[in-house]
């Protein structure tokens, strides 16, 4: 077997919508190809052997076992490697069901198709899917806990921690989109202009000031202290001599930690003697130049969460501890509580493993016991001098009992600190009673304080603490998203966007939106090049200007990544034409279709799937949507348009010259199709459908009628405004249109226009594009014959695997098909063959260039112009002279 290729996507997809991370692999099974499972010795219960736990594995039928049952039978190799690749991932604890294998144009290729939760175990697995089946294949030993514990690493280092994790959820389970802004665990919830961040637990809306006061224990103390808080009394150290003088103000037992450490690192509790001080201040400076030696309070570690000013839980922290047997070593009943599954490495499961380091060792030191001592039954022995999660210590929820008066209390100390994300640590014997009573204290404010005590106590009852956090984020239910409209289709795509971008200005609003020729924020062209994929239209929703986004869509983006983003608003499907088949595995135009149907399954209830109802393909995907649907035509008595809105649907339809809107049987005419500068008249139909499409997606968005209307009449189309979209050039004595139609469907639409033009001679440049299969390359020179007197066959410097004479031939086969005597000329160069074509233009020729290197033509083309202009003022200044 061989690993063709391996995509990973994290969007809506070809494969699944509701499922974005989707790894896709093409295999190729080789002689594999014509061996079944059940022909190959020894291969089930070798798998069964190695992986026992697919036994469980369901398949097709949804029986337990389904899966092996059709090893057992007899099924492919492809299967095989997409179940082990889940399994793989479900053994680590990732939580990955779905899998999908189907068959390509290629014998023996195939795509398979799986979940992943991070990337990178995603790409793992599917690797080590086909070693392993390569093993069972070949009867080769194969160890899989070397995968397993891999997996599980990829997990620990990729994964977020527990309180991300916990406030990623509750976005998703409220369908506020999350974003990963880096590897540092910055995460944006929502989108645009109403975007929230998140890195651990501080918000986009913590005070950075707050944050710094919170990590400096000396300036919060003073504070505090200020507020009438209760804070254990204490100083500020640097050497050996004022530890001494700190203690003899304070008195035993004292408490000594760093100024700037978190997580209860380099902190000492209940010290009774000077040696053990300062030890313990030795261990304070490995974190901090400046100590605190502080009276040692006697009692339980309580931890009170504070968000958005409110309390939301509090928890009873324990340190590490083991409960001796009788038997067992502490060394061995350490070892034995980190077999507990609900302990991991740092903050990968519910507890911490517990480490023996050197705060183990002065704790036993203290006792009078190593880790070889032997525990009597019951007697229980802390670890750790501190009780911190992060060390291995547990937590109980006691968030019931806490008095009120303690609650007013944390309240006033998140407000004094200024921290809308408060946590707030307490030694007290207990909180069901006033700390100010008890003699308890606050011993420090913590920034970023860890959720996991809370969602996920030892004992008690667990809080959904990322809730609020959620709520003080996204007030009011809402969702942080901004209005997203999606385009896509084969033809029309660009000045679909841009037009509806156009009309989303003029309502107001700052747009960014996406398109073939770059990404553009408020107007402004921020990145060049073909951005019509899922990375360009993230840029645009990770730009907190953006108000209002239109994300041009193309097949290309959403079969190497899935779409950018997990919804929209309202989606325009243009049309779906023969373009670009027999790549990426879409060899059909229905594959196809089923490609560009992934924008419009992804519009969400509330909004509006747009389909052209002239086009059977994207009429039919009204089947499918889970979103309200409008339909454009170009027909005024279409019968798709006329049963749609007799129940009550909402439509725009070309009547009597009028972009007219139906909504059931309200008929709204918006403009005069002549009054449109995009449509040339009427002229170019193409871009009537175009202006259908677009203003249904402005209506559907809430736009003032006479925004549409304004918006519509000054949309006009230039080289500047629409690139590549029937750009015209007027010559002293003929005309050029530069045009990016580039498939059959796209030259036959721009060529009813062409057709219209009173010219001398058309003239067609078109390009031979080598990776198109050879029925395409004879249709786009067959669509040319139709259009254009004279044809210029131009090539690419890329000629993508095949030679000048083979797609000339195809090309000049396409025209000849059509008309034998035309006239056909050959250019290896683009700007070249523009060259020609202008040099040698004749009074009253029409020069159409349909190209896909914009800029490139585009800018020969202004320099022929700019250079006839000079030769002309020479020979004013000639003649007058």
């Known amino acids: 077997m061989n690993i063709v290729d391996i995509k990973l996507l994290n969007g809506p997809n070809y494969w699944s919508i509701q499922r974005h991370k989707i790894v896709v692999m093409l295999l190729d099974l080789e002689e594999l190809e014509n061996y079944p499972t059940n022909q190959i010795p020894g291969f089930y219960q070798g798998l069964i052997n190695l992986i026992p736990s697919l036994e469980t594995h369901l398949c097709l039928e949804g029986v337990s076992g389904g899966f092996l049952n059709r090893v057992k039978e007899g099924t492919w190799m492809g299967h095989v490697v997409e179940h082990i690749a889940l399994e793989l991932q479900s053994l680590a604890g990732m939580d990955t069901t779905f899998g999908r294998t189907a068959e390509t144009d290629k014998r023996g290729q195939y795509h398979i198709a799986f979940s992943y939760e991070e990337p990178r175990a995603g790409k793992y697995a599917a690797q080590a899917a086909v070693r392993i089946a390569q093993a069972l294949v070949k009867n080769e030993a194969y160890d899989i806990n070397i995968d397993i514990e891999a997996l599980k690493k990829i997990a620990y280092d990729e994964f977020p921690g527990p309180s991300t994790y916990s406030i990623i959820k509750e976005a998703e389970n409220r369908n506020i989109p999350c974003v990963k802004l880096n590897d540092h665990g910055i995460v944006q919830l929502g989108f645009g202009a109403k975007q929230k961040r998140i890195q651990a637990t501080i918000a986009s809306t913590t005070g950075c000031i707050a944050v710094e006061l919170a990590g400096d224990k000396e300036a919060t103390k003073k504070i505090l202290e200020s507020a009438d808080v209760p804070v254990p009394k204490g100083e500020i150290i640097y050497d050996e001599a004022e530890l001494i003088e700190a203690i003899e103000y304070v008195g035993y037992p004292v408490a000594i930690k760093p100024v700037d450490g978190n997580q209860g690192k380099g902190a000492t509790t209940d010290i009774t003697t000077i040696d053990d001080a300062i030890e313990a201040m030795k261990a304070a400076k490995k974190y901090s130049k400046r100590v605190i030696c502080e009276s040692s309070i006697r009692g339980f570690d309580f931890r009170a969460l504070v968000i958005n000013y409110k309390f939301v839980a509090a928890a009873m922290r324990t340190p590490a501890s083991v409960t001796g047997d009788g038997i067992h070593t502490i060394r061995q009943l350490i070892d034995i509580e980190n077999r507990n599954p609900k302990r991991g490495n740092g903050h990968q499961n519910v507890l911490t493993a517990i480490v023996v380091d050197e705060a183990t060792m002065n704790v036993l030191d203290k006792k009078g016991y190593t880790l070889d001592t032997v525990l009597s039954t019951g007697e229980e022995c802390w670890l750790k001098p501190t009780a911190n999660l992060s060390t291995g210590g547990t937590a109980t929820d006691v968030t019931d009992i806490v008095h009120p008066s303690n609650i007013a209390l944390f309240e006033r100390i998140a407000r004094v600190i200024g921290l809308d994300i408060c946590g707030i640590d307490i030694i007290a014997t207990n909180l069901s009673l006033p700390i100010k009573e008890t003699g308890g204290a606050v011993l420090e404010v913590n920034a970023a304080p860890g959720f996991r005590m809370h969602i996920d106590p030892t004992n008690g009852k667990p809080r959904n603490v990322a809730a609020p956090v959620l709520d003080m984020l996204f007030p009011h239910d809402n969702q942080g998203t901004i209005p997203i409209v999606a385009v896509t289709g084969t033809n029309g795509k660009t000045t679909t966007t841009r037009l509806i971008a156009h009309m989303a200005k003029k309502v107001g609003h700052k747009v960014g939106y996406t398109t073939t020729d770059g990404i553009y924020i408020k107007d402004e062209l921020v990145v060049k090049g073909d951005c019509s994929g899922p990375a360009s239209a993230q840029f645009v929703l990770k730009d907190s200007a953006v108000e209002f986004a239109v994300l041009e869509c193309a097949r290309g983006g959403i079969l190497r990544a899935?779409?950018?983003?997990?919804?929209?608003?309202?989606?325009?499907?243009?049309?779906?034409?023969?373009?670009?088949?027999?790549?990426?595995?879409?060899?059909?135009?229905?594959?196809?279709?089923?490609?560009?149907?992934?924008?419009?399954?992804?519009?969400?209830?509330?909004?509006?799937?747009?389909?052209?109802?002239?086009?059977?393909?994207?009429?039919?995907?009204?089947?499918?949507?889970?979103?309200?649907?409008?339909?454009?035509?170009?027909?005024?008595?279409?019968?798709?348009?006329?049963?749609?809105?007799?129940?009550?649907?909402?439509?725009?339809?070309?009547?009597?010259?009028?972009?007219?809107?139906?909504?059931?049987?309200?008929?709204?005419?918006?403009?005069?199709?002549?009054?449109?500068?995009?449509?040339?008249?009427?002229?170019?139909?193409?871009?009537?459908?175009?202006?259908?499409?677009?203003?249904?997606?402005?209506?559907?968005?809430?736009?003032?009628?006479?925004?549409?209307?304004?918006?519509?009449?000054?949309?006009?189309?230039?080289?500047?405004?629409?690139?590549?979209?029937?750009?015209?050039?007027?010559?002293?004595?003929?005309?050029?249109?530069?045009?990016?139609?580039?498939?059959?469907?796209?030259?036959?639409?721009?060529?009813?226009?062409?057709?219209?033009?009173?010219?001398?001679?058309?003239?067609?440049?078109?390009?031979?594009?080598?990776?198109?299969?050879?029925?395409?390359?004879?249709?786009?020179?067959?669509?040319?014959?139709?259009?254009?007197?004279?044809?210029?066959?131009?090539?690419?410097?890329?000629?993508?695997?095949?030679?000048?004479?083979?797609?000339?031939?195809?090309?000049t086969a396409g025209i000849q098909r059509y008309a034998l005597d035309k006239k056909i000329t050959l250019h290896t160069s683009e700007c070249a063959a523009v060259e020609t074509a202008i040099n040698n233009a004749t009074p009253g020729a029409f020069i159409t260039i349909l190209t896909d290197n914009i800029a490139k033509v585009l800018q020969c083309v202004k320099d022929l112009q700019q250079k006839e202009e000079l030769e002309m003022k020479e020979k004013e200044t000639m003649a007058t002279q």
Not at 653 to 675: A, D, M, P, T
Not at 768 to 784: H, S, Y
């Open 562 to 811: 899935g779409l950018g983003f997990p919804f929209c608003h309202a989606a325009v499907i243009t049309n779906v034409a023969e373009d670009h088949l027999g790549l990426n595995g879409i060899d059909t135009i229905e594959k196809l279709a089923r490609v560009k149907a992934v924008v419009a399954e992804t519009v969400l209830p509330t909004g509006y799937a747009i389909l052209n109802a002239d086009d059977d393909l994207v009429y039919a995907m009204k089947d499918n949507v889970r979103s309200k649907v409008a339909l454009f035509s170009m027909y005024e008595n279409s019968l798709r348009v006329k049963r749609h809105c007799q129940q009550g649907g909402l439509a725009a339809i070309y009547s009597h010259n009028y972009i007219v809107i139906l909504q059931g049987s309200k008929r709204i005419r918006i403009e005069k199709v002549g009054n449109i500068p995009v449509t040339f008249g009427g002229k170019a139909q193409f871009n009537i459908a175009n202006v259908l499409g677009a203003t249904l997606a402005a209506f559907v968005s809430n736009f003032n009628l006479d925004d549409i209307r304004s918006g519509l009449q000054s949309f006009i189309p230039s080289p500047e405004a629409t690139p590549g979209r029937m750009n015209m050039f007027y010559f002293n004595q003929f005309t050029v249109m530069v045009d990016y139609a580039h498939n059959p469907h796209g030259i036959n639409a721009i060529g009813k226009y062409v057709k219209t033009v009173d010219a001398s001679v058309k003239i067609g440049i078109i390009a031979g594009v080598g990776d198109r299969r050879d029925i395409d390359l004879m249709n786009v020179g067959e669509e040319a014959a139709k259009v254009f007197d004279e044809i210029i066959i131009k090539l690419d410097e890329d000629l993508r695997g095949r030679t000048q004479d083979e797609i000339f031939g195809l090309v």
